[in-house]
């Protein structure tokens, strides 16, 4: 072979090489799973280590308010792949893969958004060693040592955009979180967790916003990249 035809050779396999790496970097997020990607998924959640909790930490984002009003603390978005980790991880006594795989394909390929929102909570009670004078009288119970409406979420508005359009939602559901009851305190409604689904068929493999409005009518946002998570 010409010895100059070599170099060019050499230099065309590279950028072959390069372009199939490329490709399968800005490729979308698995769907369908393969048998060995959920395999893979599977496994990573049996571990439930520190090799789990890195994977899936940027699926979430921790959101932090002090307002005395029902706020948004967590955003989190589930892959098909990461959905079958995080069920695994939660299931790691007597979960089989043959079990993880049935999950799958009983789900099919959708897109999950969960929204962890909380009521504010209840006002400290004040500690007498500090104070020099008696303590006041009971003040009126915080709004949330009574039962709030299980459907408080609803006044929150919820959506999941690509370029500034609206995802369509396939399903919503809700579950209430209450507080641990104790022997002089009943357990109150704490908040609710919100599952937004969606069809993978609709959410490209990119930046995706989730936007909450609050019942004050404030906006807030979680921005994933879908192109960097699995």
């Given at each position: 072979?010409?010895?100059?035809?070599k170099?060019?050779?050499?230099r065309?396999?590279?950028?072959?090489?390069?372009c199939?790496?490329?490709a399968?970097?800005?490729?979308?997020?698995e769907?369908?799973?393969?048998?060995a990607?959920?395999?893979?998924a599977?496994?990573?959640?049996?571990?439930?280590?520190q090799?789990?909790?890195?994977?899936?930490s940027?699926?979430?984002?921790?959101l932090?308010?002090?307002?005395?009003?029902?706020?948004?603390?967590?955003?989190e978005?589930?892959?098909?792949?990461?959905?079958?980790?995080?069920l695994?991880?939660?299931?790691?006594?007597?979960y089989?893969?043959?079990q993880a795989?049935r999950?799958?394909?009983?789900?099919?390929?959708t897109?999950?958004?969960?929204?962890?929102l909380?009521?504010?909570?209840?006002?400290?009670?004040?500690?007498?060693?500090?104070?020099?004078?008696?303590?006041?009288?009971?003040?009126?119970?915080a709004?949330?040592t009574?039962?709030?409406?299980?459907?408080?979420?609803?006044?929150?508005?919820?959506?999941?955009?690509?370029?500034?359009k609206?995802?369509?939602?396939?399903?919503?559901?809700?579950?209430?979180?209450?507080?641990?009851?104790?022997?002089?305190?009943?357990?109150?409604?704490?908040?609710?967790?919100?599952w937004?689904?969606?069809?993978?068929?609709d959410v490209?493999?990119?930046?995706?916003?989730?936007?909450?409005t609050?019942?004050?009518?404030?906006?807030?946002?979680?921005?994933?990249?879908?192109?960097?998570?699995?």
């Amino acid at each position: 072979m010409n010895r100059r035809a070599k170099p060019r050779i050499a230099r065309f396999v590279l950028a072959w090489v390069l372009c199939i790496t490329s490709a399968r970097t800005s490729a979308a997020y698995e769907v369908p799973l393969t048998p060995a990607a959920l395999h893979e998924a599977y496994i990573l959640g049996q571990r439930n280590d520190q090799a789990t909790a890195s994977f899936l930490s940027p699926y979430v984002k921790q959101l932090t308010d002090n307002s005395q009003a029902p706020h948004i603390a967590e955003i989190e978005i589930l892959t098909p792949f990461a959905q079958v980790v995080d069920l695994s991880r939660r299931n790691t006594s007597g979960y089989t893969e043959e079990q993880a795989a049935r999950d799958y394909r009983q789900r099919g390929d959708t897109v999950v958004v969960r929204i962890l929102l909380m009521l504010p909570a209840a006002y400290p009670k004040p500690d007498a060693s500090l104070n020099q004078t008696p303590p006041p009288p009971p003040q009126p119970p915080a709004p949330n040592t009574a039962l709030q409406p299980e459907n408080f979420w609803q006044n929150f508005r919820f959506e999941t955009k690509q370029h500034g359009k609206t995802i369509p939602t396939r399903f919503i559901h809700n579950k209430p979180i209450y507080s641990t009851p104790t022997k002089d305190t009943p357990g109150v409604l704490d908040g609710a967790t919100v599952w937004l689904e969606y069809d993978a068929k609709d959410v490209a493999s990119d930046e995706t916003a989730v936007e909450v409005t609050t019942p004050d009518s404030k906006t807030i946002n979680a921005t994933f990249d879908l192109k960097k998570l699995r």
